[in-house]
Every structure is written in C-alpha cells, then in structure tokens.
C-alpha cells in the first residue's frame, strides 16, 4: 500500500501560487476523506491559518501562558567591514506573558535566543514576510504534526502561521529554523535560525550557570561574494559569486550540483551571525550551549589549551552525569552544552575553541573534492574565543549527578531482534533514503510506525566507497537513544570524539558505519519527516515522511 494524502508540491520548489494550489487540494481531499481525527484537526489547523485565526483544537479553552509575534523579514546588517549585508531574519516580540521569554541575539543575524519552560502552553503568531514561501520548524521539540513545521504546511509571502502547542519536552539546547521544501539550506544560510531554550524544575534545582554565565553559541560558516553579499549556490547549479565556487566549481558538474552532493562549506567561521567572535567571561562557571547549525560543516571541537571539554548535555537535555572528553564532533543540528570553569584565569587571559584536523571519512572522489575550498572539510581552525575580562566569585559547581533522563528500555521495542532499516543511498547522483527522496505527503509501507511503540532503527551509511559521506540523520518527533554504532571504515578523528550519550534528535552515520538508535513514538500521530540534516543533501531530497499511526 502507497499512502497519497494530496499531489500537490511533492517535487521541486515550491512557488507561491503552488502553496494555494495546494490548500485548495486539500480542501478538496478533506471534503471526500473520511480521514482520522487527527488529520483533520491537523489539516483544519492549516486551512484556518490562512485566514489568520488558528486556534489549535487541544487548547481552545485555555489561554496560552506565553504569545510571541515572529516574523521573518529581509533585512540588512554591518558584517563586514563597507558595505552591510543582506539577511533574512527571524524576530521575536512578547504579545503575553514572560518578557525575557525573548532575547535579542545582538550584532549578527540570527534570530532572539527564546526562553521556555516546560509545561508552558505557547503561541507563537508567525509571519513570513520573505518573498518565498516558509515555515517554521521548531527543532527537537516533541509536538502534534501541524505545529511542527512540516514543508507541506510552508505559507506564501505575507502570509501568517499560527502556531499553539504545550511543551513538553524536558530542559535542554533545541533551535528553530524554516523547513521550506527544497529551500530550507538557503533559507538558514541567509540567516533565518536561533536557540530555543527550554527549563524544567529538574534543571532549576541543579543551579546550574544561568543568565549572562549560560551562553548561546550557534556555530555556522559563510561565504562572501561581491559587495559584502552572502554567496550561496544559485537554483541553476552554479555559485551565487562571480568566480570559480565554494567547493572549487568547474570540473564535469557544477557547483550547484556538486554542493547539492558535497555540502555546502563556506569559506569562514561565524559564531552568533558573527566574525572573529570572542565572548568577554567573567572568572566563574559557564554553561556553553553550542549548536552547529552549519548547513553541511562537521566541527571536531576542542580547548585550545588541551583542557578537556566537560559535557553536561546532548540534545535532548541533560545527561545523568557529566562527560569528559578530549574533542568532540558536533554534525549539522546537533548541540552539546559544556560546563567551562574559568574561576582559575586572570583577567586578560583567552582561551580559543578550536575545531581540530580531521582526515576525511570518505574515500576516492568524494574525499578529494572535500578538499577545495578556502576552508575544506577537516582543515584545523579557531571557532571562537573567551577572553576573560573580569573578575567574579562565585560558587557555581558542577554537581556529580545532573538529571535523571527518561528510561528507554531494549526490552520494550517492538522490533529489538530486526530494526527497521534505513540504507543512505545514492542514485543518480542524488542522496535518498532506502533508493528514495522526499514526497511531500507520500509515505512508504515501511516507513508507517505504531502509536505509542518504542522501536529500533538503523542506519546504513555502506555506500560503496567512492561515494561515501558522512550524513547526519535527524527524526522529527522523537528523541532518541544511539544504542550502538558499528563500523568498517577507517578510523578519521571524527568517529573517536562522537558523543552517543544522552537524549538525541541527531545522529552523525560515518561512512562505513552502521547506527542503530531506540525510537519511541509517543503522543502524538501525524506524518513527521526524518532527513540528513546536511542542508543541501535533505533539500535535494535526502528526506522522507514516516507515519505515526494509532
Ligand atoms: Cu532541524 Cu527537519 O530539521
Ligand atoms: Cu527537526
Ligand atoms: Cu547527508
């Protein structure tokens, strides 16, 4: 059985008048379907946000503790040195409830940092004024279907989105960016991203650094073509810039399909929508909330000085206790959180985060082009850096025993013995999963899931080796336990500073490797995407649906 909710938009980009198209055929297919209840809540959620009034039927009676206004607008900003940038970007007002649910992100061109707390019931009124259509994903949040930012649901330009939910993750690191189909990489690289905090009464009582010691850090590199304009790779398959391309253009393809393939790399490093970033500390504790929201870039991170990084969470929140390691591996979409005492230093002294050499994990052609470009994969270079700038006491300490995440048991899965297997593939020089790329309403007879089932999956990155990449699987809806990673490839530096540790949304496949994580599907059905968070690989169709059924 081939399950086709609706044709509309299911392959290259989607346009404007598309979108209307597609509400049109929806409304048609929801006059004839006698879909399930919660296809209908979720599709009469679409339907009403065009006219600007959804109020999500699970929390019609109750006010929201919490309304923000975000827009997405173009905009301009001082980057460089000359003349200003051009940028998309995200902002954020408080209409009810918390002001401080809201923190500017100042000097770059990201999106506020926003601040919820677990049991809190949120609004968020979006409004795309970009020229493009868009949506926003609200990433490793655990939320219904219409609210979690499904390309399908993307709007036209001027057009509003509204959001309701209860969050009921628990505290940790998780971010937002658009989901538009076939735009998404374009969309974060012009600037649209930003953190979203989330606190619980479990965090609260560990006293961990807070306020001005708990740091956002958004890890992202750019490139800059004429003007002080950001270059990226241009719908006909070359580079935005004059000149030969990010990943070295020319040769059979290019650079637009070599990037659809590669990843995009840019040729430097921003931390927080900045260059050359150095966050002024005070001598005490601080809680680091890194985030890679690269578009293809892999960092392998380490203290300048050798200290070990002290690991307090991965993305799903805490971690039960902390973890000490030499360097770590941050891949597109994940976050790590670093507790960082620099209660020891004087003031005056710096500290550089570094992202260490890595030999690259894929072999023959693909390895080799990895290595153009001004800034190539696996190349050693300063991320960001401290500067200690004056002095504080204070008793922040680490506490031995951090949080108690939730039990996901082996013994529970309904699949322990055969995991669902999810094969990274390559045809036709295209990325895909199981030999197939995404379908905006399609679903597959084994990509459908049980309700409240806990199952395994594994992914397969045994691309033969000539066209072998690392890719960094992420599922909406769930947040997962790496449950064992196998591999056949070389050892590269990467694969021993991977963190498998904690609650997870993200998870980098090696080539070669073999990952099996423990899934649970709780709460909520719908149709829910999972994809290669490498920005360019998900938007050319490394990303499917899979299907949460009652
Ligand atoms: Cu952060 Cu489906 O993405
Ligand atoms: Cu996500
Ligand atoms: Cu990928």
């Known amino acids: ?58 929390l019609k009676s109750s006010e929201p503790d919490l ?67 868009a949506i926003v994903h609200w990433h490793g949040l655990h939320l219904p279907e219409a609210m979690d930012g499904h390309p399908r649901y993307a709007v036209g330009p001027g057009k509003p989105y509204v959001y309701e939910f209860e969050v009921i993750n628990r505290a940790g690191s998780y971010w937002y960016h658009p989901h538009t189909h076939g735009i998404t990489g374009r969309q974060i690289y012009m600037g649209l991203a930003g953190m979203l905090l989330v ?12 306020g001005e010691s708990d740091l956002p850090i958004v890890l992202q590199d750019r490139t800059f073509g004429r003007d002080n304009q950001l270059a990226y790779i241009s719908g ?36 927080n929508g900045r260059r050359n970033t150095v966050f002024p500390v005070a001598s005490r504790a601080y809680r680091l909330r890194l985030l890679n929201a690269s578009n293809s870039r892999i960092y392998r991170l380490a203290w300048g000085d050798g200290t070990p990084l002290t690991i307090i969470a991965t ?82 300490r680490l506490p031995e025993r951090l949080a108690a995440p939730p039990r996901l048991n082996e013994e529970e899965t309904v699949n322990f013995g055969s995991p669902r297997l999810f094969r990274l593939t390559m045809g036709m020089m295209r990325w895909g999963i ?9 679903v597959a007879d084994d990509e459908i899931v049980k309700l409240g089932t806990t199952e395994v999956w594994e992914f397969a990155n045994d691309a033969s080796a000539m066209m072998a990449m690392p890719h ?7 947040q997962f336990r790496v449950l064992d990673r196998t591999s056949s490839g070389r050892q590269t530096g990467l694969r021993e500073s991977i963190v498998d540790a904690g609650l997870k949304d993200t998870v980098l496949v090696l080539p070669g490797e073999r990952v099996k994580i423990l899934a649970p599907f709780s709460r909520y059905a719908g149709l829910f ?16 649906n899979y299907s949460v059924r009652a």
Request: include cysteine; glycine fraction near 14%.
């Open 236 to 271: 006909e398959g070359n580079v935005d810039r004059a000149g030969s391309g990010m990943m070295g253009g020319g040769g059979m393809m290019g650079g637009g399909m070599m990037s659809g393939m590669m990843g995009f790399l840019g040729d430097e490093i921003f931390v």
């Open 529 to 544: 995407p999972y994809h290669c968070h490498m920005l360019e690989h998900g938007d050319a169709g490394m990303m499917r």
């Open 434 to 442: 199981n030999g197939r790329t995404f379908d905006m309403d399609g």
């Open 472 to 478: 960094s699987m992420h599922l909406h809806g769930a």
């Open 1 to 58: 059985m081939y399950t086709k909710i609706s044709s509309c938009g299911t392959d290259g980009r989607m346009e404007s008048a598309m979108t209307h198209e597609c509400v049109t055929g929806r409304r048609e297919f929801l006059r004839y379907a006698a879909g399930s209840a919660a296809w209908l809540a979720a599709s009469g959620a679409l339907l009403d946000s065009f006219a600007g009034e959804v109020r999500a039927a699970s």
């Open 315 to 396: 993305d799903g929140g805490l971690l039960e206790r902390p973890e000490r390691r030499a360097a770590v591996t941050l891949a597109p979409g994940e976050r790590i959180d670093l507790f960082a005492d620099f209660s020891n230093k004087s003031v005056g002294a710096t500290l550089a985060m570094r992202s260490l050499a890595f030999e690259n994990p894929m072999g023959g052609m693909m390895g080799g082009m990895m290595q153009q470009g001004k800034l190539p994969s696996g190349a050693a270079f300063d991320v960001f850096r401290i500067r200690v700038d004056r002095r504080e006491r204070s008793s922040t």
């Open 67 to 133: 309304i923000l206004a975000l827009t997405a607008s173009r905009s301009e900003t001082q980057l460089l040195s000359g003349e200003p940038t051009g940028v998309w970007r995200f902002s954020a007002r408080v209409l009810k409830g918390d002001g401080a649910s809201v923190q500017r992100s100042p000097g770059g061109y990201l999106g506020p940092t926003l601040r919820l707390k677990k049991g809190q019931r949120v609004r968020v009124e979006f409004n795309n004024q970009l020229a493009d259509p």
């Open 199 to 210: 606190s619980d009464e479990e965090e609260q009582d560990l006293r961990l650094p807070q």
